[in-house]
């Protein structure tokens, strides 16, 4: 990753330390404030041992469906029960492992439960209504699980395998109706439905472009009605992994008091769900919305709830639920996208577009969509982040500027305001982005994120991009600077009277002079001696001149001793602003023509002399470019292999933590220490600081 300059998290989570100063009242407060997000379920939750055992290394396919299930609610409240209609092909065993998702040390999911060996069966094939296009799968009930009063609200995965070793999932959400929280996150289950083609080469989703078979009464394959009676295509996840993972993780690493629920749960009981949580979080693809769905989150804003929109293309068509065959409720989705088609008698029903309803949907989200591309993994077909009004307090400890591009955030789909149709009501309605951005059909438009205040006090902010929760987890897109906005924006919901006066700022050295001296090698005794400190003694032994270490007539050895020529780097940065330091973390630490060198140790000395060391004992590195920060979860590896000091640019993990410097003044010379002993007589290189920089965030006094 290409890190940035700009601010990373300024939010430290407690972990016990004494400061080493006596801080001021306003300093307590304030740690109190951020600790606050620590006492949770979540916290506690996250603090139990993770794994990566969650993912699929061998997926099920739709055709031969070696082994597909899904699950008779799409949500179940701890405590309660959710069966598992699973179909295995050829007839074998199989067994369930429950995951939930979350942060986890970094690994993603913890494993709850796991079954014995299960009798598995080919299930009867689908029942498809040919006007409409609904898709049925009339399976028997193959488990029911029971779950736990003492599991956590959030989103489960559970693995199935067949004894052939095929996996795939079958996902879930845990509810805790009981407990209040301040942030409800909602997952589009309905959205992932729309999609949702199974099987494939029979199934219809709510689009041609993925639907198979005869036409429907649209005059295209696609469905008119989808069910939740049936498996998702591919992995079974639905679109969690492409658009929420990275956003569950970052939430739970940040340790964020959330209970997690349904859209389909905002449907049944919105007012209820969003009175006992102070905002909403809309997340990933969340585009498909009942009436209820948009009454409830519109009068939760208008009675001071805040929302937080972390996808784009949200509330674009309204949709309504219908039971199943067997009386069920809610387990049938209509859309059909045309009024003519919809045979519903209440114009306010009619499944098209909010926009052509009167009820836009920026009136409510603050952006609408405006064009998409073509996806991809990676990123590699998004565009640029363009910040706009980086003056806002959104943007506070990030070292944003108007015009910064923040790369591969934008897309696939993207929204903007649109000027022809009502804005919400705020008179602080801001633009927070202006990014380039083209159509899969070439049409060159400019996306926008946004955020504004409601008269009732309620702030509500959309990214306008599907990928912003990349930016704050995934591998090569996570950013420094989208994580301390999202951060900004989030403590500001849960408290709106947060400290205003922490101010972050990026410091880079100018000093980047590289000094080695020369040494001696003892090498009948393997013993190193800076030539400053040691002198010819008596008898030919050598002493220390200085009166550092080990005085005249100690530490004295044997053998032929050699000139060596060792690695010794100081460099010094110098910081004028002062205040009480809340937050430091390492920026931009590059160095080259290491390859010389064994044992290299990096340290970093505050002005009071506090010393934490960064790195030490790395013998295979020729390169470094790397970021320190207590909140990475990357850890450094160990000092005979290459990624002690690592040179992707992203951020790891300090040997020792840099909390040290929490409680002392920011003013002063803070100095850059790198050490390192010449490998061989030979060796080549010089050793070369390229850069350093720190970012210390600050209470000014």
Request: include cysteine.
């Amino acid at each position: 990753m290409e890190f940035f300059n700009y601010c990373t998290s300024c939010r430290k989570r407690e972990r016990g330390r004494v400061f080493q100063l006596i801080v001021t009242a306003i300093i307590v407060s304030w740690i109190a404030a951020k600790a606050y997000a620590g006492q949770n379920p979540i916290v506690t939750e996250n603090g139990n041992p993770g794994t990566s055992e969650w993912q699929l290394a061998n997926w099920a396919n739709d055709i031969d469906q070696q082994v597909k299930g899904f699950a008779s609610a799409t949500s179940v409240n701890k405590g309660g029960q959710i069966s598992f209609y699973v179909t295995v092909n050829p007839a074998q065993s199989y067994d369930i492992k429950v995951f939930r998702m979350g942060w986890y040390q970094g690994e993603g999911g913890r494993l709850m439960y796991e079954s014995g060996p299960l009798s598995g069966f080919p299930q009867p094939g689908p029942i498809m209504d040919a006007d409409t296009g609904l898709l049925v799968c009339p399976w028997e009930e193959s488990y029911t699980l029971s779950v736990p009063d003492d599991w956590t609200s959030g989103i489960y995965l559970a693995k199935l395998t067949n004894s052939e070793g095929y996996e795939n999932y079958i996902i879930f959400t845990v509810r805790d109706d009981d407990r209040s929280a301040d942030f409800l996150y909602q997952q589009p289950v309905t959205t992932y439905q729309s999609y949702n083609s199974f099987p494939a080469g029979i199934g219809k989703s709510l689009y041609a472009f993925n639907s198979y078979g005869a036409n429907t009464i649209t005059g295209t394959p696609r469905a008119v009605k989808v069910s939740f009676d049936r498996p998702y295509w591919g992995s079974g996840a639905g679109d969690f992994l492409n658009w929420e993972l990275d956003l569950v993780m970052w939430l739970e690493k940040k340790g964020y008091n959330i209970t997690y629920a349904t859209d389909i749960d905002l449907h049944q009981r919105g007012v209820e769900l969003l009175e006992h949580h102070q905002a909403l979080i809309s997340a990933g693809h969340d585009e498909y919305w009942s009436k209820p769905m948009y009454d409830a989150a519109e009068a939760a804003r208008d009675s001071g709830i805040d929302l937080a929109f972390f996808g784009s293309n949200a509330i674009y068509w309204q949709m309504r639920m219908e039971p199943s065959a067997d009386g069920e409720p809610d387990r049938v989705m209509v859309s059909y996208k045309n009024a003519d088609l919809d045979p519903a008698t209440d114009p306010g029903l009619k499944t098209v577009r909010w926009r052509e309803l009167g009820r836009a949907e920026q009136a409510l989200v603050g952006v609408q969509f405006i064009a998409d591309n073509e996806f991809s993994a990676d990123g590699s077909t998004n565009r640029d982040y363009v910040v706009i009004n980086s003056e806002h307090w959104v943007y506070a400890k990030t070292g944003l500027s108007d015009g910064t591009h923040l790369p591969g955030l934008v897309g696939y789909e993207a929204d903007a305001l649109f000027p022809d149709y009502p804005q919400p009501e705020s008179s602080n309605y801001t633009l927070l982005s202006a990014s380039p951005f083209t159509g899969e059909n070439g049409e060159e438009v400019t996306a926008n994120s946004s955020i504004y205040q409601a008269p009732s006090g309620a702030w509500v902010f959309a990214t306008g991009t599907m990928s912003w929760s990349w930016g704050l987890n995934r591998d090569g897109l996570a950013n420094p600077a989208i994580q301390t906005t999202t951060a900004n924006i989030l403590d500001r919901f849960i408290d709106p009277g947060a400290p205003s006066s922490e101010v972050c700022s990026i410091y880079t050295s100018s000093d980047l002079s590289a000094e080695s001296s020369d040494s001696m090698f003892d090498a009948g005794m393997g013993m190193w001696a800076d030539s400053s400190r040691w002198r010819r003694g008596r008898g030919g032994m050598w002493a220390s001149s200085s009166h550092h270490g080990m005085g005249p007539h100690h530490g004295w050895g044997h053998g032929s001793w050699r000139p060596r020529n060792n690695l010794d780097i100081t460099s010094t940065l110098e910081v004028d602003d002062w205040g009480t330091i809340t937050d430091v973390n390492v920026v931009n630490l590059s160095g080259s023509d290491m390859g010389g060198f064994r044992n290299l140790k990096i340290s970093l000395v505050s002005p009071d002399s506090t010393e934490v060391r960064l790195a030490g004992g790395c013998n295979r590195v020729s390169t470094f470019d790397l970021n320190l920060d207590d909140d990475a979860y990357r850890k450094l590896g160990r000092k005979h292999r290459s990624d002690c000091l690592p040179d992707d640019g992203d951020s790891y993990l300090p040997k020792e933590l840099l909390e040290s410097f929490i409680g002392e003044q920011s003013g002063g010379t803070w100095t850059l220490n790198i050490t390192g002993q010449r490998k061989f007589r030979r060796s080549s290189g010089s050793g070369s600081l390229d850069s350093w920089g720190l970012e210390i965030c600050r209470i000014e006094e």
